[in-house]
Nanobody
Framework: VQLQACGGGVVQAGESLRLSCAASGSIIGIKAMRWYRQAPGKEREWVASITMSGANSYGDSVKGRFTISGDRPKKTVYLQMNSLEPRDTAVYYC?????????WGQGTLVTVSS
């Protein structure tokens, strides 16, 4: 199973981006889909989660600006990022947790200029 994340890029503060992450191969028993990010010189930070019951949760720094959504049959998770700020600059990683394993994408770079 491989997770392919895309949608990153360079934007100006206040603009929007939509990240997507699709899994190839079979994943049985998906429990949750998540996004994390890692800024230069910092530890990886949890950004958002969505459970298969549809419950969303967000880190404080992105609450109200980012929206996570998931398509379980397509094994795809999205992250709509609005009102981007320079502090959102990071490599964004997707994660899919199943009952058997934890899968990670390769990361997509988001750069927000002021």
């Amino acid at each position: 199973v491989q997770l392919q994340a895309c949608g990153g890029g360079v934007v100006q503060a206040g603009e929007s981006l939509r990240l997507s992450c699709a899994a190839s191969g079979s994943i049985i028993g998906i429990k949750a889909m998540r996004w994390y990010r890692q800024a230069p010189g910092k530890e990886r930070e949890w950004v958002a989660s969505i459970t298969m019951s549809g419950a969303n949760s967000y880190g404080d720094s992105v609450k109200g600006r980012f929206t996570i959504s998931g398509d379980r049959p397509k094994k795809t998770v999205y992250l709509q990022m609005n009102s981007l700020e320079p502090r959102d600059t990071a490599v964004y990683y997707c994660n899919i947790e199943s009952v058997f394993a934890n899968y990670w994408g390769q990361g997509t770079l988001v750069t927000v200029s002021s």
